[in-house]
């Protein structure tokens, strides 16, 4: 596709189920990242991927939060028990290079609502 | 550990009014990249420019500037002859240089500008 795109666009579930987060980023981008963004807040750094291995995981926020990305394309967040506080807009990037050498291009998110 | 704070939480002007977004970072780092995105009512984040931290030059893009200053640690962004399709969230991001490769980015709180027909 053209750029980053991100399914599903809104999930609703409830509170203690899992869910599963899908990012697609664009062709031939080695590194991907996943962000996550509160109400009125900036973007929050999760993890960050380059290939198939996780380069930096120090964002994610406890054990509960996972991220795969096994053929070094898509890449999938997995929440588990949902919480509450988990509800926000998850956004994924992705980049040619280094995010610090080259832009990094966002999707449109998903919106992740916890009842 | 690296910061960027944007004080102005929301700013307002009457189109056609020049606009300056200020942008304040913290990093321990030599070496480190400043961003600034846009993100429109739609949600998208929306890449505006990239500035490493040997190139203090002032940018030009159009109504776009920015002015980096490292001896105050700033970063502002100044938009002439506002338009109300520049109404958006503007945020501010960092990035330091792992030498591995590169790190997610910092983000500010991010300012809502509003721009009044």
């Known amino acids: 596709g053209a750029g980053v795109s991100q399914t599903p666009s809104n999930k609703v579930t409830e509170k203690g189920k899992y869910v599963e987060l899908r990012c697609d980023p664009i062709?031939?981008?080695?590194?991907l990242y996943w962000y996550r963004q509160s109400l009125g807040q900036g973007p929050e750094f999760l993890i960050y991927?380059?290939?198939?291995?996780?380069?930096?995981d120090s964002g994610l926020p406890n054990d509960r939060f996972f991220a795969v990305r096994p053929e070094g394309s898509v890449s999938t967040l997995k929440i588990q028990r949902t919480e509450r506080g988990d509800s926000a807009v998850y956004l994924c990037?992705?980049?040619?290079?280094?995010?610090?050498?080259?832009?990094?291009?966002f999707g449109p998110g998903t919106r992740l609502t916890v009842l | 550990a690296q910061k960027v704070t944007q004080a102005q939480t929301e700013i307002s002007v009457v189109e056609k009014e020049d606009v300056t977004l200020d942008c304040v970072y913290e990093t321990r780092d030599t070496t480190y990249y400043l961003f600034w995105y846009k993100q429109p009512p739609s949600g998208e984040l929306v890449f505006l420019i990239r500035?490493?931290?040997?190139?203090?030059q002032n940018e030009i893009s159009g109504r776009y500037s920015w002015n980096f200053q490292k001896s105050t640690s700033s970063f502002n962004f100044t938009i002439t002859a506002s338009q109300v399709v520049d109404s958006a969230v503007y945020f501010c991001a960092l990035s330091e240089y792992s030498g591995g490769g590169a790190d997610g980015l910092t983000f500010g709180k991010g300012t809502h500008l509003i721009i009044q027909p």
């Open positions: 991927f380059q290939g198939t291995g996780a380069a930096d």
């Open positions: 062709s031939g981008h080695t590194a």
């Open positions: 990037a992705s980049s040619s290079r280094g995010a610090t050498r080259n832009e990094q291009f």
């Open positions: 500035r490493n931290s040997f190139d203090e």
